[in-house]
């Protein structure tokens, strides 16, 4: 399900037929291609500079597509288990929500400079 999420297709779509499916489609593009893994309406909108973009992608939907193939590993013995994959989901949570708090910290410190504010 949470591959579902990060990329915004079903695993009923017409273009996984075949051989291919939803999971296989992941594994075959990522991380090389992780901008057409990933669905655009999680990274786009107008008010995001592109800096923001890559920080998203690399502190947070990055690390929650890798835990998503873990879970969908072939061999049981290999794949996550939902303990493991919750646990590292919140620490993906926890870093994201760090370097989003040192980001906002940085920039108000820069406006504050910038107005001559102490």
């Not at 296989?24 to 991380?31: A, G, I, L, T, Y």
């Not at 800096?51 to 969908?72: G, R």
């Amino acid at each position: 399900m949470l591959l579902e999420v990060i990329t915004g297709k079903s695993p009923l779509e017409q273009c996984f037929s075949g051989e291919m499916n939803l999971t296989k489609w992941v594994q075959d593009n990522f991380p090389h291609r992780a901008h057409e893994v990933i669905d655009k309406r999680l990274i786009s909108s107008e008010e995001m500079q592109e800096s923001n973009t890559n920080q998203l992608l690399m502190s947070l939907l990055i690390p929650m597509t890798e835990v998503a193939l873990s879970c969908v590993l072939e061999s049981p013995d290999e794949r996550s288990s939902i303990h493991d994959s919750l646990l590292r989901l919140k620490q993906i949570k926890e870093s994201f929500s760090i370097s989003r708090t040192s980001q906002v910290t940085a920039s108000q410190e820069f406006d504050s400079y910038q107005s001559g504010s102490p």
